[in-house]
């Protein structure tokens, strides 16, 4: 594992220096690899130069075990699924110079780390001092074995498939650790992206059920995310309204949305409007300004048995139902818009 403290030293503001720290602190095995081959490929400058590489370490792709052109080349060719009669006849560091010429990347620590194609899309605009959120993950655990006590960091999800050659977060942290299965690893600390304190390694006495578990979180909140732009608002909300803490019960509610309904506060005055609309009001009153529409629409969905987040970024309701939800105080219906 590489040391990239320098990267905190770079000219930057101390809100951005701090930033990195905090995201180096846990930075995985995979990560650290990709990092590596990137800061090689384009040495940043500034403190917002590193930020923007570590926003895109997820558009990096490690191909296999690939060292030197020569196992580059037998990755390009299982990944082309070439006959198995052609092989006999292939030169693979040629294949291999074949397939970095089309894909650039850098050889890092015994592995072929290939660049994206496109840049990814900036997160990070330094004029604004915006720092951007580390919230594309589920868990990150620090996990040991006894020949390596120190540990490294794994970010879960892992995306490795049963028929996937590149190696993810957990396959990279194992040969690591020296270790074969992650029933060799003990636990040192774990993170959650979810909001509250979360006592992992007391809910799981089994790693690989924590793993398990936080993969499919990730997963899901992948998924979920992909079809809708506040998922993370509305999981938030969610996971206060049942005061959940337990990482069963969090995937159980991130998949299953559909027993919960999510209001965001920007909606009050439309949800204010339509009501007066269904009782008549005219619409001069209505865009009158005569009425405080942002405190009747609150008072319409307070009635209705939606309660209000602690941040009052929105309000959310779980309605009668033989699901998940463990909050029964309300027994009003969804508003309907």
């Not at 590489?2 to 770079?10: G, H, I, N, V």
């Not at 909606?267 to 409007?273: P, S």
């Amino acid at each position: 594992m590489k040391d990239f403290k320098y990267l905190t030293e770079l000219p930057g503001t101390p809100q951005e220096q701090e930033w990195m720290r905090e995201r180096l602190d846990t930075l995985s095995v995979k990560e650290s690899i990709v990092l590596a081959a990137a800061l090689d490929g384009d040495p940043p400058g500034m403190a917002s130069d590193a930020i923007y590489q570590l926003l895109a370490l997820p558009d990096y792709k490690i191909c296999g075990y690939a060292g030197d052109y020569k196992q580059l080349g037998e990755y390009a060719a299982n990944e082309a699924m070439l006959p198995k009669d052609v092989r006999p006849h292939l030169n693979l560091e040629k294949l291999g110079h074949t397939y970095a010429e089309a894909h650039p990347g850098k050889f890092c620590e015994g592995h072929y780390v290939e660049f994206p194609e496109r840049p990814s899309v900036q997160r990070y605009d330094p004029q604004t001092g915006q720092l951007p959120e580390d919230t594309d993950w589920s868990v990150k655990l620090k996990a040991a074995t006894p020949e390596k006590p120190e540990g490294v960091w794994i970010r879960l999800p892992d995306h490795q498939g049963d028929m996937d050659s590149n190696p993810d977060e957990i396959s990279l942290a194992l040969d690591a650790l020296n270790a074969k299965s992650i029933q060799e690893l003990t636990v040192l600390d774990t993170r959650c992206v979810l909001p509250g304190t979360w006592n992992l390694t007391e809910q799981y006495s089994d790693i690989a059920d924590l793993m398990y578990d936080a993969n499919d979180l990730g997963l899901a909140l992948e998924g979920q995310c992909r079809k809708s732009d506040c998922f993370k608002e509305f999981l938030w909300a969610a996971l206060e309204y049942e005061n959940c803490q337990d990482l069963r019960f969090a995937l159980e509610i991130a998949r299953n949305p559909e027993f919960y309904d999510w209001i965001s506060s920007d909606r009050l005055e439309e949800i204010a409007k339509k009501e007066l609309q269904d009782q008549g009001v005219s619409e001069e009153i209505i865009g009158s300004d005569s009425i405080d529409l942002k405190a009747y629409g609150e008072e319409i969905l307070i009635r209705n048995g939606y309660v209000p987040t602690s941040d009052q970024t929105g309000y959310i309701f779980s309605p009668p139902h033989d699901g998940i939800s463990q909050n029964d105080s309300s027994q009003a219906p969804k508003i309907q818009m």
